[in-house]
């Protein structure tokens, strides 16, 4: 398949079962509340090594939050709903709570429940209340700026971590420049984030290593610079390789945001020296989720 | 369907339990088998349709119609259906409610949502004391649900209340939420002598400060406080002057007490 001028490879991105969860965060205006959101989402790039994979999903206009203020939508996955539960905890604590005039509600309706002002309340020392309106219960924290509002339960659903793409490109700065543009599309649509900085990533990953305490390691076969030595997937005109990793609430949204991202990428095409579009899988044995490049884009 | 009419035939003299008249009590039953209900009216047991006239066969939606003011237990405990009280209610209206609604269009006696759980109360004129408050004996009042009184309240509103609404677009009287454990009574009115006292928990929402406060009630300061935006947004449509609050209006001075008891309770004096 050639759109564009971009081949599209024969092969599927394998994506995971993750349990994942929408929160809102709301402040005085919009500029807090996003510090408090950019706070929640940080470091939470891979579950390898942050516990969970982050992100902001879109801005929340008055009108949509649940307390009239301007708000952001995050999503945040992990691998179980134990490790969810921690991350919640810890994240909403340490960034949400701390943050100037925030507060934080549940985004999903449904699901299975995960503490949230149920634990947090008790930094209260025993002057903390709780409200039960509209059938939710919110605990109301006293803090230096007044009162820290918090949902006392969200829900958590199973979800789909690790829908990718790797966008291959002649030289750094087009494969760069493509990405950014699928990003822009992407970041248009609901119940999905890219979780890697900017939403791009460009240390893609194998499973194992030569280095027994590591599980994972570079994929040589799309780095450039092994082209000649190692067994190398890159013909000799690509520069540069780039992925971008897909988080999403449900199957069917993963796989939009895969095909409207690359869709934005042949855009751009052979023109702007995009030569290939291909995906990360690891033979089809350990995700549950396989997204066929060819399918999503026929 | 039409609704299933209860119509008295003249006024009772003594107080008449028609707690069992509600549309969880009757559901299924045939008119027949309702019409040969007991009902204790002072000495003499009476049976339903000696003491009602009765028409229509929906059991979900009752409505009483007569001078009312001798039945009490109006619609208690029932799970859900509809109430309809065409006149003024005795005591105890909805004891113990779990769901669904009970409407008043009159006013109603002491200790109306006495132990009510949930479901809605909408008294359109004035209700007694102790609404939403504890029987005696009882450690508890209302534990839930919401009580909309269109008139005034008499004392002890709130009484013990644990939890749910209380909304009074009139006046309350003396000891507005009087020992109460949480929950939220909200009065556009004025407040009778020393509101809260021996408040454990709870919010009182008030349109001015009471003329005579306890000194339990320590001033806090004018704040926001977040939750409000949600409470006025949660009302918004219901008939009086609450649905009508502007949401975002949440600043509000707060006064803590009863320290007298734990003083985890709060008066919020709205601006």
């Known amino acids: 398949m050639i759109i564009n001028g971009v081949t599209i490879d024969d092969t599927f991105a394998e994506a995971f079962g993750m349990r994942g969860i929408r929160l809102l965060i709301t402040a005085c205006n919009e500029t807090w509340a996003m510090h408090s959101a950019v706070a929640l989402t940080g470091f939470a790039t891979s579950v390898i090594a942050c516990g969970a994979e982050a992100g902001i999903e879109r801005m929340l206009s008055p009108d949509e939050t649940p307390d009239g203020r301007p708000g952001v939508s995050v999503l945040l996955f992990a691998v179980s709903s134990k490790e969810l539960i921690k991350q919640i905890e810890r994240r909403v604590g340490q960034c949400v709570l701390t943050s100037p005039t925030s507060a934080i509600f549940a985004g999903l309706d449904e699901g299975d429940p995960v503490p949230m002002g149920k634990t947090l309340r008790y930094f209260g020392d025993g002057f903390q209340t709780s409200k039960q309106i509209a059938g939710k219960r919110y605990w109301r924290i006293p803090v230096m700026d007044g009162e820290f509002l918090v949902q006392d339960t969200a829900r958590m659903v199973k979800a789909v971590g690790g829908g990718n793409f790797l966008v291959l490109a002649d030289t750094q700065m087009q494969a760069l420049e493509a990405c950014e543009a699928a990003i822009v599309d992407m970041r248009k649509l609901r119940e999905i984030v890219m979780p890697f900085p900017g939403g791009v990533v460009r240390s893609g990953s194998k499973v194992g290593s030569k280095y027994k305490a590591l599980s994972a390691s570079t994929n040589d076969a799309f780095c450039p610079t092994l082209r000649g030595a190692t067994k190398s997937e890159l013909d000799e005109r690509i520069g540069a390789v780039l992925e971008i990793v897909i988080d999403g609430l449900t199957d069917a949204s993963v796989r939009l945001a895969m095909e409207t991202g690359m869709r934005a990428v042949c855009r751009i095409g052979a023109a702007g020296g995009i030569r290939r579009i291909s995906a990360g899988n690891y033979g089809g044995k350990l995700g549950q989720f396989h997204y066929h490049l060819r399918e999503i884009l026929s | ?271």
């Open chain 2, 1 to 271: 369907m039409s609704a299933l009419l209860f119509t008295l035939r003249s006024a009772p003299a003594q107080r008449v339990d028609v707690g069992m008249l509600n549309p969880s009590a009757l559901a299924g039953q045939p008119l027949a088998d309702i019409a040969a209900i007991s009902l204790h009216v002072g000495k003499r047991v009476l049976r339903v349709d000696e003491l009602f006239e009765l028409s229509g066969d929906d059991t979900a939606d009752l409505v009483f119609r007569g001078d009312c003011s001798k039945l009490e237990r109006i619609g208690a405990g029932m799970k859900a259906g509809r109430v309809t009280v065409e006149g003024d209610a005795g005591a105890y209206v909805g004891q113990g409610l779990l769901g669904g609604t009970i409407s008043v269009t009159g006013n109603a006696g002491a200790f109306c949502a006495t132990g009510m759980k949930g479901g809605r109360i909408e008294i359109a004129g004035d209700v007694g004391e102790s609404a939403g408050g504890a029987i005696p004996g009882e450690m508890k009042g209302m534990a839930g649900g919401l009580l909309l009184v269109g008139g005034n309240a008499g004392d002890r509103l709130g009484d013990r209340m644990r939890r749910g609404q209380i909304l009074v677009s009139g006046n309350a009287g003396d000891y507005c939420g009087t020992r109460m454990i949480a929950g939220t009574i909200a009065v556009a009115g004025s407040l009778g002598a020393y509101p809260g006292y021996g408040m454990k928990r709870g919010t009182l929402i008030v349109d001015a400060v009471p003329a005579r406060m306890l000194p339990g009630f320590v001033d806090c300061g004018a704040h926001r406080l977040g939750f409000l935006s949600l409470l006025y947004a949660s009302w918004k449509g219901l008939p009086g002057v609450f649905g009508r609050l502007d949401a975002s209006a949440c600043t509000v001075r707060r006064y803590m007490g009863d320290m007298g008891v734990t003083g985890r309770g709060e008066l919020l004096v709205r601006g």
